[in-house]
Structure formats: structure tokens, C-alpha cells
Nanobody
Framework: QVTLVESGGGLVQPGGSLRLSCAAS????????MGWHRQAPGKERDLVAS???????NYADSVKGRFTIFRDYAKNTVYLQMNSLEPEDTAVYYC?????????WGKGTLVTVSS
């Protein structure tokens, strides 16, 4: 089993930056895929970025060039660096991890981009 805990959300002005963290309860070496997803009010949950154990990353078109997913093995943490934030990025951001074929989710952290 894996527990994922997100942090780092908050209120930021358009053009600003935030870094989200996802701390895992076990070594992220053992988690095949980790990702960040987001869900805006009234919309479905969509993939924002993912990273596999080999290190390859994948991004939604809407965030390419602005967001970066990376990990710190020593801290068992995956991060999402978000730059040039836009009001359309406002959503609850969820961390996910696939371990032994089961997908686990965190409880989410709210990001609000507004002036």
C-alpha cells in the first residue's frame, strides 16, 4: 500500500509560480509511475504530468514549457514546479502513484490563480 500526501497549493497571481510536493509513504524507487492530475470545478480530472521509473516524463499540451515534474529519491517525494501560472490552471491538484498494478491517490491540494 502507498499513502501520498500533497502540499504546496495556495493562492498565486497570474504569471506567478508554485511548487507542489507529493510525499510517498514508501520508496519511490518501487512506484512505477507517478503523476500529477488536476480537477477544476465542474470538470473531469485530467493528467497534468507524469514520470516513470526510468525517468521519462509526459505533459499535457496545456502545461508544456511551463510545468516540470521531477523527483527526489532521498525524500521519496515527487514535485511539480509550475511557472507562468494562468487563471485556467486553477484546480485541485492530485498526486497519483502506481504500485504493483494498483493506482493510489492523494487527497489533493488547491491551487488558485487569481489577481
Amino acid at each position: 500500500q502507498v499513502t501520498l500526501v500533497e502540499s504546496g497549493g495556495g493562492l498565486v497571481q497570474p504569471g506567478g509560480s508554485l511548487r507542489l510536493s507529493c510525499a510517498a509513504s514508501r520508496s519511490i524507487f518501487s512506484i512505477n509511475v507517478m503523476g500529477w492530475h488536476r480537477q477544476a470545478p465542474g470538470k473531469e480530472r485530467d493528467l497534468v504530468a507524469s514520470i516513470i521509473s526510468a525517468g521519462s516524463t509526459n505533459y499535457a499540451d496545456s502545461v508544456k514549457g511551463r510545468f516540470t515534474i521531477f523527483r527526489d529519491y532521498a525524500k521519496n517525494t515527487v514535485y511539480l514546479q509550475m511557472n507562468s501560472l494562468e487563471p485556467e490552471d486553477t484546480a485541485v491538484y492530485y498526486c497519483s502513484g502506481t504500485y504493483l498494478g494498483i493506482n493510489y491517490w492523494g487527497k489533493g491540494t488547491l491551487v488558485t490563480v487569481s489577481s
